[in-house]
């Protein structure tokens, strides 16, 4: 599986995806934040306590609509278009590794940008992460949700990679769907 800071960006990417892009979410339809609930839109996507400037925000929201299109290719089974798309980010974010330690803990590897930037740093991390998983044998624990009328993005962390939904809420609405349909008198 990942180590825990790449699970991290993994989650983080979802997360970015989920909030910062329009289309459904449990069966509704979602529209992402705008203007000035952007800043703390992102601010509540990324771990921790972070301030996030509304260029940053605007950035990370393009970054988002990019790891969309990486997890939907995915999901279709088109790993050249996800690996393409990948590239592109890693490219324009100037993706690099570098070893840092965060007090009392081992080294680790994060993943930076070209600038330190957050927008920069951030998009360079996600992207690098995804492009581990497109470029290993986990690339099928990215999925996008199989409930009807939910298009919202997930990383599956179960044993047996057997995920399908975006929440137990749209795993939920499918089963009491499946079962009000057996139900039913035939006619």
């Known amino acids: 599986m990942f180590d825990s800071h790449v699970a991290t960006l993994l989650d983080v990417s979802a997360a970015l995806v989920n909030t910062l892009t329009d289309g459904s979410a449990r069966g509704r339809p979602y529209t992402a934040p705008r203007d000035g609930d ?4 992102v601010a509540a996507a990324l771990p921790g306590e ?15 609509e990019q790891l969309r299109a990486v997890f ?10 996800a690996a393409d798309r990948l590239n ?18 081992p080294w680790q590897v994060h ?3 070209a600038d330190d930037t957050l927008a920069v740093g951030w998009s360079a991390g996600c992207a690098t992460a ?6 290993s ?4 624990r990215l999925g996008v949700c199989r409930a009807p009328r ?11 990679a057997a995920r399908e939904y975006c929440s137990t809420a749209c795993q939920s609405r499918v089963k009491a769907a499946a079962f009000r349909a057996r139900q039913a008198p035939a006619g």
Do not use: I, K
């Open 72 to 81: 939907e290719a995915v999901a279709e089974g088109h790993l050249d278009t």
């Open 130 to 135: 995804l492009a581990l998983a497109v470029g």
């Open 150 to 160: 939910c298009d919202r993005v997930y990383v599956d962390g179960s044993r047996n």
């Open 137 to 140: 044998d986990l690339a099928g």
């Open 50 to 64: 972070v301030r996030v400037e509304p260029a940053a925000a605007v950035s990370l929201t393009r970054t988002a």
């Open 111 to 113: 993943f930076h940008g």
């Open 88 to 105: 592109s980010l890693l490219r324009s974010t100037g993706a690099r590794p570098q070893l840092d330690r965060v007090p009392g803990e």
């Open 38 to 41: 952007l800043p703390a839109a």
